[in-house]
């Protein structure tokens, strides 16, 4: 017979079970003699009980509420990050308007410690930029001198995307957050939630290239720099010619979404989606026949950034110069990047001129042929004339821009005209290359000189008046004419004129028209004075060209300056000096220059420049009657830079694009200042604006106002989406 002991299952059996057998057995001993006392089993088997409850409930949480509190802590840590890329948005925003500045992304959730409770390692997240795709634009046709680069022809720039994916365990489905630069969304298995796009507002078209070499895993707070490579702080006007607008960009976001965020958009005309293997690429085409705004900028992610290399070179100032013996002229250019952005620092260097008599160009900084762009991109050249003239001399010269290797990028030509006199002679009508007969005659071939078909044009007017009409011919007033006095009206017609001479009208009743037809004005330099008579008219349907020139209303009429193409008034001076009288500087489908004008009248005052409006340096003045001062563009921006504008009525700037006034002087000393940008900004730094009633600052975009002062009667009214004043 077995027996079974202690010895023999302490290793087949638990200590526990073991002790509570030896319980079991003392208790029935006892039990033959005493009656029966389970009081102490009974307690320790509780115990056992609530033990193993307490165990299998923590059994139980772990399983099953655990995981429920990590996936809520990694919602929590998703939310933060879409509040951090949100940010991440902000500082590329900042880096296209030209500021540095650095973001953050928590990579990694922490999850947290919970006593008796399992819970895993921070987990990571991934940051990485993508390989570079192809963004396209064509069809896209500049004005002014951007037109020889952006000409319709097809442009294409590299871009990234940047993407953010947190490793969660427990979330069903893992999201990335993407930005591609044009649009910003959380991306999941099959759908997107958040998207938003900035590629076409309105008239509008915004594109951001984004560039970095980020491919990183990590569970820590990750910083990283935020550079502006080509910051786009400058629309440039584009329209089609013939065939409409198209810009393509690399996207991951679907066809389904973009055409959502796109649907309200009335300038897309259309919509494609391609599908790739790497990337897919969305095209928009935009409704013809419409000018719209365009801005490309390029971004650096955690890059210490590198200098764009120069794409185009453009004339800023000095083309088409009239310069005598002896007289230096000036001529900027301006560097500009594939984006269309200044380039500093770009090698520039200018080429003598063509003939034996051509002036000597120099660098006005270095005093040699060659230099560096400044920090807008700009250089300045001198180009002085020889001191002996024979006649007219037809000049010019070049100006390259060169790449690191050395090799020309683009070259850029300013014409000049070399003509007899003194330096200190007036520039009386030296317009172009004119033969002067003796007398006003009708230059049929337009080539400026008395030859072929051209004839002679007399004086029709009769009673006193003088009238010169050249018909369907271009009518030329040359020097030898001399002085054009008269007590009566004075007329110039033609299909097109070119002045070289003044004209004064003395009567009380006389008045003078100029009238170019369909044809473009020439009139640099020559004054045009009514002392005491009617109206000043000058119209011309294309170009008006009255720079150095000086214009002078003298009595009780009004002064009217229009054409259908642009009007040259730098450096002009135009007057009415009566009270109550209007004075009218109008293209209707052209762009208004008057930089370094003298406008000034105690009247109501209009500039409407339909392409835009350039006022740089220039003086305004209404302060007679509370007369308005009105500078307006339908569809381009206004430049007030270093403006003075003084009025006593109400001063209103009104245009479709930007509005710069850095360092303007804008005052109304009755009544209100309005300034308004459609569809742009209002930008400057140090301007002065003030009012006597209301100032009031609009724009779609941005008012950017820094160390500036701003004052009406109570609180200016700034309206705008982002404001910094």
């Not at 005659?441 to 009769?462: H, I, K, L």
């Not at 340096?617 to 830079?641: F, H, I, P, Q, T």
Request: glycine share 10%; hydrophobic share 40%.
């Amino acid at each position: 017979m077995t027996h079974n002991t202690p010895n023999n299952t302490q290793y087949t059996q638990s200590p526990l079970r073991h002790v509570l057998r030896g319980l079991v057995a003392g208790e029935a001993r006892r039990g033959s003699h005493l009656r029966g006392d389970r009081r102490g089993a009974s307690a320790i088997l509780g115990t056992m009980l609530a033990f193993a409850l307490v165990v299998s409930l923590v059994a139980m949480v772990q399983v099953s509420a655990v995981p429920a509190w990590n996936q809520q802590t990694e919602f929590e840590h998703l939310t933060a990050a879409e509040t951090d890329f949100a940010a991440f948005d902000e500082s590329v925003a900042k880096a296209v308007d030209g500021r540095q500045t650095r973001a953050t992304l928590d990579a990694g959730v922490d999850y947290p410690t919970r006593a008796l409770f399992v819970s895993p390692a921070a987990g990571s997240g991934s940051l990485r930029t993508t390989d570079p795709a192809t963004a396209r634009i064509s069809g896209a046709v500049a004005t002014g001198e951007t037109g020889t680069y952006w000409d319709g022809s097809e442009h294409a720039f590299d871009t990234q995307q940047f993407v953010y994916r947190p490793d969660y365990r427990y979330l069903q489905s893992e999201p990335s957050l993407v930005h591609e630069g044009t649009a910003q969304y959380t991306a999941y298995a099959g759908s997107e939630v958040g998207a938003t796009q900035s590629l076409v507002d309105g008239t509008k078209v915004s594109l951001v290239f984004l560039e970095g070499d980020i491919d990183t895993a990590t569970s820590e707070a990750t910083t990283f720099g935020v550079v502006p490579l080509s910051a786009g702080t400058d629309y440039i006007t584009v329209t089609d010619a013939g065939t409409p607008i198209t810009i393509s960009v690399p996207t991951q976001l679907s066809e389904d979404a973009w055409r959502d965020l796109l649907a309200d958009e009335p300038n897309v005309r259309s919509i494609a989606y391609a599908t790739g293997t790497d990337s897919n690429t969305l095209t928009v085409e935009l409704e013809p026949g419409k000018t719209y705004d365009l801005r490309l900028s390029r971004v650096g992610i955690d890059t210490p950034g590198a200098l764009q290399a120069p794409a185009y070179i453009v004339d800023v100032e000095g083309d088409n110069a009239v310069v005598p013996p002896g007289a230096s002229h000036r001529a900027v250019v301006e560097v500009r990047d594939a984006q269309n952005n200044p380039v500093p620092n770009a090698v520039v260097r200018a080429s003598p001129g063509l003939t034996a008599e051509s002036g000597r160009v120099v660098a006005r900084d270095t005093g040699t042929v060659s230099t560096v762009t400044d920090s807008d991109g700009r250089a300045t050249f001198v180009y002085t004339a020889t001191g002996s003239i024979d006649g007219v001399v037809n000049d010019e010269f070049d100006v390259v821009v060169k790449n690191a290797a050395g090799a020309t990028v683009d070259r850029v030509t300013f014409d000049v005209q070399l003509r007899e006199g003194g330096v200190t002679d007036p520039l009386r009508g030296l317009v172009a290359a004119v033969d002067d007969p003796g007398f006003v005659y009708a230059d049929v071939d337009g080539n400026g000189e008395f030859d072929g078909a051209d004839y002679r044009v007399n004086n029709t007017g009769t009673g006193g008046d003088v009238k010169y009409d050249a018909g369907t011919d271009r009518l030329v007033v040359p020097p030898s004419t001399g002085t054009i006095v008269s007590d009566r009206d004075v007329t110039l017609a033609g299909d097109g004129v070119s002045l070289h001479v003044d004209v004064v009208a003395t009567g009380s009743n006389s008045k003078i028209d100029v009238d170019a037809g369909s044809g473009s004005l020439a009139a640099v330099g020559v004054s045009v004075t009514s002392v005491s008579g009617k109206d000043i008219t000058v119209t011309a349907g294309d170009e008006i060209d009255l720079s150095g020139a000086s214009v002078t209303q003298g009595s009780k009429a009004s002064l009217s300056i229009e054409a259908g193409g642009d009007i040259d008034l730098d450096n002009a001076g135009v007057t009415v000096a009566q009270d109550s009288n209007s004075l009218r500087v109008v293209s209707t489908n052209g762009f208004v220059s008057a930089r370094s004008a003298d406008i000034s009248g105690k009247g109501d005052i209009r500039i409407d420049g339909t392409d835009g409006v350039d006022l740089a340096g220039a003086g305004l003045s209404g302060v007679k009657d509370n007369g308005a001062l009105d500078v307006v563009s339908a569809r381009g921006g206004v430049n007030l830079n270093g403006v003075v504008m003084l009025g006593d009525g109400d001063i209103v700037v009104d245009a479709e694009g930007n509005v710069f006034v850095v360092g303007a002087n804008i005052a109304s000393t009755k009544t209100d200042v309005v300034i308004t940008s459609d569809s742009g900004m209002v930008s400057g730094r140090e301007a002065a604006i003030s009012a006597e009633d209301d100032v009031t600052i609009t724009a779609a975009v941005r008012i950017y106002l820094p160390d500036s002062s701003i004052e009406d009667e109570d609180a200016p009214e700034l309206n705008a989406p982002e404001k910094e004043v």
